[in-house]
Nanobody, 118 residues
Framework: QVQLVESGGGLVQAGGSLRLSCAAS????????MGWYRQAPGKQRELVAV???????NYADSVKGRFTISRDNAGNTVYLQMNALKPEDTAVYYC????????????WGQGTQVTVSS
């Protein structure tokens, strides 16, 4: 069993910063990637940033230059540093864990609310 525990969401004014954390525990093996997705009201869940084991990262165009994804040395905790926040960043942010090859397992955190006021 795998658990993802998120923290760090909250309310911030436009231009402010927040840092999200997600710690994975349990039967962790063969992590392919960890990342963050978000879902705003009435919209589909979308990729924000992903950290691929091996070192590469990918970002949504809308957050490039403002958000930074990183992982701890053990690779089981992923962070999302969010700077220069905008009201359109308001959403529930979900941590995602992708591990294994065959079968491949996908896990989701419970979500943490980020609200950016104008």
């Amino acid at each position: 069993q795998v658990q993802l525990v998120e923290s760090g969401g909250g309310l911030v004014q436009a231009g402010g910063s927040l840092r999200l954390s997600c710690a994975a525990s349990g039967s962790i093996t063969g992590i392919n990637a960890m990342g963050w997705y978000r879902q705003a009201p009435g919209k589909q869940r979308e990729l924000v940033a992903v950290s691929i084991s091996g070192g590469s990262t990918n970002y949504a165009d809308s957050v490039k230059g403002r958000f930074t994804i990183s992982r701890d040395n053990a690779g089981n905790t992923v962070y999302l540093q969010m700077n220069a926040l905008k009201p359109e960043d308001t959403a529930v942010y979900y941590c995602n864990l992708n591990m294994g090859i065959v079968p491949r397992y996908i896990y989701w955190g419970q979500g943490t609310q980020v609200t950016v006021s104008s």
